[in-house]
């Protein structure tokens, strides 16, 4: 009887240590899971600085870009409004097409002047209605 109990103890022994060593495996597995995540985050958050970089957004102030990636933020939750945007973003890169409108067109605004206007040479951007109806939110 006491060869039996023994060979239990063995077992239970043995039991413990390789549930031991599962939970040391599963420890182990997460940590590199958790390593993996946060080489990842931080690969995207520099190729995101790189690209503001290119963008030639390293000069604005903090408040200034983190109104930016707000206002980016809220045209990427709708996707009609974020298809809009990129197109007028395009027609912007490839030049203006008529003096005075980034795009070749003229657009009414809430106040009263044009949307679209060339930076610098004409109306303030913070009149046109996308910037104010942003802003609202």
């Known amino acids: 009887m006491a060869d039996t109990r023994d060979r239990i103890r063995l ?3 043995k039991a413990r240590q390789q549930i031991d060593a599962g939970r040391k495996a599963l420890r182990m597995a997460e940590a590199a899971e ?3 995540t946060v080489k990842a985050t931080t690969t995207r958050r520099y ?3 790189t690209l503001a970089d290119a963008a030639g957004l390293l000069p604005l102030d903090d408040a200034v870009l983190r109104e930016v990636f707000r206002l980016t933020r809220h045209l990427a939750q709708d996707p009609d ?3 809009q945007w990129l197109a007028v973003s395009k027609t912007m890169a490839d030049g203006p097409q008529q003096e005075g409108s980034m795009d070749g067109r003229t657009y009414p605004s809430s106040t009263g002047g044009t949307c679209g206007a060339t ?3 004409g ?3 913070e009149s046109c ?3 104010s109806a942003l ?3």
Request: charged content about 30%; aromatic content about 0%; hydrophobic content about 40%.
């Open 34 to 36: 958790r390593a993996a």
């Open 129 to 131: 209605g996308l910037v």
């Open 135 to 137: 802003r609202a939110e």
């Open 81 to 83: 409004t974020l298809s």
């Open 11 to 13: 077992a239970k022994a």
């Open 47 to 49: 190729q995101v600085g």
């Open 123 to 125: 109306e303030d951007p």
């Open 119 to 121: 930076p610098g040479r």
